[in-house]
């Protein structure tokens, strides 16, 4: 049976650059949530505005539109291993979840934490560019791009995300430990849970990660 991983953790806990390093070394579909809303809200559509008034506000956008997206997701990639990073959000998406994957023929593999404390959340939140293009995030203390705020990748000048202020990141933390944090108890419960801590280096957290989601 194809693997299914989710990633779980409070806001720039790293789920995007762990999940982009980890499928690109292990051949696993990386789908990011928050990346695919943020493409789904790109332009002038009703679709688009409705999405974007949840997305900037910090809170999550409806489970409707996200089950679109995730079984559509499941139908393309039958036979692929995923790592999900940004979803589930809530336990009515971990059961959403747990549908769609029993429909694809799939079971959860493994759903690793990745803990930050909060203190750390807000610099790195505010301290984060991510390149408008293909969604690679920097850090500018910590992990700043190679010349002059423009992506390493393919050169484009990174940006700020709009949702990536001290304002919209209270509402943020306030969704993940209302919604996200049952979550973690849930998983816990049925025995798949994995902790692993964020504080540590980029290639450090990637191999407590590799470890968990390999042995699983
Ligand atoms: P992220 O890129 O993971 O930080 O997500 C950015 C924003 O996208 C969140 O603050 C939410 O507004 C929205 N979003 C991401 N994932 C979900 C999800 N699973 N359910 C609902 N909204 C989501």
Known sequence: MRRTVVLLGPPASGKGTQAARFSRAHDFLHFDMGG??????????????????YTDAGHLVPDEVVRRLIELMFAANRERDIILDGFPRSMEQAEL????????????????????????????????????VCGKA??????PPKSDEKCDDDGYPLEHRADDTEE??????AVYKEKTRPIIAHYEAVGVLARVDGTAGVND????????????
């Not at 769609?100 to 959340?121: H, K, N």
């Open 138 to 143: 920097y850090n500018l203390v910590t992990m």
């Open 168 to 173: 919209v990141l209270k509402e943020r933390l």
């Open 205 to 216: 957290v990637g191999e407590q990660i590799e470890k968990v989601v390999l042995d699983s």
């Open 97 to 132: 979840l747990e549908h769609a994957m029993s429909e694809a023929g799939r079971e959860l593999t493994a759903a690793v934490l990745i803990g930050l404390p909060e203190e750390e959340i807000a610099i790195r939140i505010l301290n984060r560019r991510v390149c408008p």
């Open 36 to 53: 695919a809303l943020r493409e789904a809200a790109a332009g002038d559509s009703p679709l688009a505005e409705e999405i974007r008034s």
